[in-house]
């Protein structure tokens, strides 16, 4: 009796999952993995020491690695599999964020805006990805919730509140062992925290000594200390990460089309130079119905402290993210690093749509922008289903090719940008009858996310002419795009070659040959 009066009293949250786990378990697998999904199921081969050294001469901290080599040790390892637990952080996200809002504001208001973030259509995307991602997003909000009850909320016990207290540290510090721009919702919360000190001092008080001892008073300095001792263990490796990232990355320099292309992609999924003119008015009006609506609220007072918030832990965090990717710094401006601000922005979208909504002048102006942002997400989401994996098909082509395939032939790849790095998306479907392997001449060892394969011979071919005599066929996967794939040595006779178009570009993408070669062998 309990248990059902539970789920009737959040009858509309469990609605909201769900369809949120319709949404995204229906074509879960459909896509193969790509590079960074393959590089999370390549790791988790390893044990707990060699993923923590693995992880320390790449780019994040192992924390999300750890956790998906124990959910892997009892679901599998499956596309399916790994992707999955993405989705169960998508839904605590989806619940946490549902209680935070109640909190903020009502039942009503965290029903609606809750459902906008749910079926944002980056969100489902992300939550369909084996990457860290949506604990990120669920850890910054239950951040955000923690933060509140216990540095803001005036309505708390004292017990209760140091207790969030320590809930915040331990999440500031899993957080931060997950992915380092976690950090944007804390700075974000740090923002507010000056905001809302200095508004609810007197005048006479707003001298920075005194701004400052509030400022870190109330356990707020020794929170963050607590929080920064935990994360120490890392602090070596976080450096030497760091330096490599300034020595040269993969992420190109923001410009005057960075942040357009941020809100194309929230509302559509798509970059602005795709989005044609009509879609282009309808982000256009609705932004700025957000910034008007805010602005009006604000002034009305009703809501004003957990707006204020919501918008410097979204907007803010997306703002703080543009100047650290400013020159002198090498840019770090990538959307899928601000998932925690694409949910929380939707979610705001959609609290100002129904405050709106609850003024009667303004109402018809609500529905319009309510109309919209439905319009848009649904637009984006089949545009997520249309394109969730650009033309990435590696498992679709090795499937296709085994059709010719016997058992006993190999399948080799190339372990470098050339072919766009295809061997840790191909070594995921590498079978006992048709294994998979790389050239270790082929390798650039430099990069850290192939430390992996400079380390571990299982797929690695040291002498390729030695490798030869051992079968008689075999087959090359390439991505050579508009060049002509070469023999990787001259005495293999090509007997069959499938080209297969990229679903997205139309274009010849992937190559699978098959050679003759221990006959030819000179």
Known sequence: RLIMKHLKKHFGLLVIIGGYLLATLINLNSASIWFDEAFSRHIIRFDFAKIWYFTSVDVHPPLYYFLLKIWTSVFGASDFAIRSMSVMFGALAIAALYFLLKRLFNKKIAFFATLAAAFSPLFIRYSQEARMYMLVAFLAILAIRAFYEAFVASDIKKQ?????????????????????????????????????????????????????????????????????????????????QAIQVKSGFWIPPVNFHTVPNFFTQLFLARDGGMVSGWYSILIYGLLIFTVWAAIKNARAGKFKKPLS????????????????????????????????????????????????????KHRRVAILAAVTLVSLQLTGIVNVYETKAGDNITRQVIEQAKYEMKAGEPIITEANDKNGWIFYEAVQYSTNENPVYFLDSSADYHIGSMRMLEDDDTFKIKDLAEFSRQHETVWLLARPKDKKQKPLLKSWQLEKEILIDGPVSSKPLYSMQKYSVKSNLK
């Open 309 to 360: 918030m919501l918008v410097l832990t979204s907007v803010g965090a997306i703002a703080i993210l543009y100047l650290a990717s400013l020159p002198p710094f090498s840019s770090i401006f990538v959307n899928r690093y601000l998932i925690a601000s694409l949910i929380v922005i939707n979610a705001l979208i959609a609290i100002l749509i129904y405050l709106t909504f609850n003024d009667k």
């Open 160 to 240: 209760k509140q140091t207790l969030w207290c320590r809930a915040y540290i331990a999440i500031i510090c899993v957080g931060m062992w997950t992915q380092y721009l976690f950090a944007l919702t804390v700075l974000g919360l740090w923002t507010f925290r000056v905001v809302e000190i200095y508004q609810s001092s007197k005048p006479k008080d707003r001298k920075f000594k005194k701004l400052a001892a509030k400022y870190f008073g109330e356990k707020w300095l020794s929170s963050h200390l607590w929080a920064a001792g935990f994360f120490l263990p890392w602090i070596p490796f976080f450096v030497t």
